[in-house]
C-alpha cells in the first residue's frame, strides 16, 4: 500500500509561515510529478495548490502564486510546501498528492489554520 503522510500543518496567524513536508515512497517520488492540494471547510472539493515535475518545473494556482513555493528533496523524497504570508482564507486541510499513469494517491492530509 503506497502511503504518502504529510506533517508540519498547525495554527498561526496571518502573515506568518509554515513549511509543509510530505514523505513519498522512493518509487513513487522519483517517477511523478508531485503536488498539493487543499479543502477549505465547508469545501467539497480539493484544489490545487501546487505541482512540481521530476525536473522541477513548477506551477501554483492563481490564490497562492508569490506566497507559497513547492520544491523536492530527491535524496529524502519528500516535497515541501514552504507558504509566507499566510491569510486566514489560505485556512485547509493540506493533501499531498500524486497521479501515476492509472493512479492516485494522497495522503490522509493536515490541518493549516490562520487566524486573523
Do not use: H
Amino acid at each position: 500500500q503506497v502511503q504518502l503522510v504529510e506533517s508540519g500543518g498547525g495554527l498561526v496567524q496571518a502573515g506568518e509561515s509554515l513549511r509543509l513536508s510530505c514523505a513519498v515512497p522512493k518509487t513513487i517520488f522519483r517517477l511523478n510529478t508531485m503536488a498539493w492540494y487543499r479543502q477549505a471547510p465547508g469545501q467539497d472539493e480539493r484544489d490545487l495548490v501546487a505541482r512540481i515535475t521530476t525536473s522541477d518545473s513548477t506551477y501554483y494556482a492563481g490564490a497562492t502564486k508569490g506566497r507559497f513555493t513547492i520544491s523536492r528533496d530527491n535524496a529524502a523524497n519528500t516535497v515541501y510546501l514552504q507558504m509566507n504570508s499566510l491569510k486566514p482564507e489560505d485556512t485547509a486541510t493540506y493533501y499531498c498528492n500524486t497521479s501515476p499513469p492509472g493512479r492516485n494517491y494522497a495522503g490522509q492530509g493536515t490541518q493549516v489554520t490562520v487566524s486573523s
